[in-house]
């Protein structure tokens, strides 16, 4: 049985590391000769214990198959019309379902959820990026969102 859960940082990181580490990076981290792809744990206890982190975990049968973590904070660059704040953001920071998953409208469906959730905490804008080399781009599609921007990314280390 499939479930679709918000739960914290502390709560479901044993689970999620070893298939973030060990597949999801692998999969599609840039840059893999020059750089290795490593959640900074800190920076998301902290985000989770000021609750700006949103994590969705989907389970099949109590086992994880997919994440969508998120980060919410008041946008840096765009008010409400008004202009009486900043509008309430949520960037998407990771998503995945397992290989064994996918096609099978779980995806979807994570995101219907986050987006659900995330909602009723207040946010009002999501972003997320997808890599240009990935099939992504029809989910997101499906989905009602809008392809704003393009990310471009440059190694610039030793």
């Known amino acids: 049985m499939i479930t679709y859960t918000?739960?914290?940082?502390y709560k479901y990181w044993p689970e999620v590391e070893p298939m973030f580490n060990n597949i999801h990076t692998t999969e599609?981290?840039?840059?893999?000769d020059k750089m290795i792809a490593r959640i900074n744990e800190s920076i998301h206890r902290l985000?989770?214990?000021q609750n700006n982190l949103h994590s969705v975990?989907?389970?099949?049968?109590?086992?994880v198959i997919g994440y969508h973590i998120?980060?919410?904070y008041d946008n840096l660059h765009f008010k409400t019309l008004d202009q009486s704040r900043h509008i309430r953001t949520a960037q998407?920071?990771?998503y995945f379902v397992h290989k064994d998953y996918r096609g099978k409208g779980?995806?979807?469906?994570?995101?219907?959820?986050a987006e659900k959730s995330l909602k009723e905490l207040g946010v009002e804008f999501l972003v997320s990026e997808a890599k240009s080399y990935l099939p992504y781009a029809s989910v997101?599609?499906?989905?009602?969102?809008?392809?704003?921007?393009i990310v471009f990314s440059k190694w610039i280390g030793e």
Not at 6 to 9: A, C, D, M, N, R
């Open 47 to 49: 985000f989770d214990t």
């Open 57 to 63: 975990i989907v389970r099949d049968t109590g086992t």
């Open 6 to 9: 918000l739960e914290h940082f």
């Open 28 to 32: 599609v981290a840039a840059h893999q």
């Open 140 to 149: 997101f599609e499906h989905l009602n969102w809008y392809a704003q921007s």
């Open 92 to 94: 998407v920071a990771h």
């Open 106 to 113: 779980i995806g979807s469906n994570m995101f219907r959820y």
């Open 70 to 72: 998120s980060v919410i």
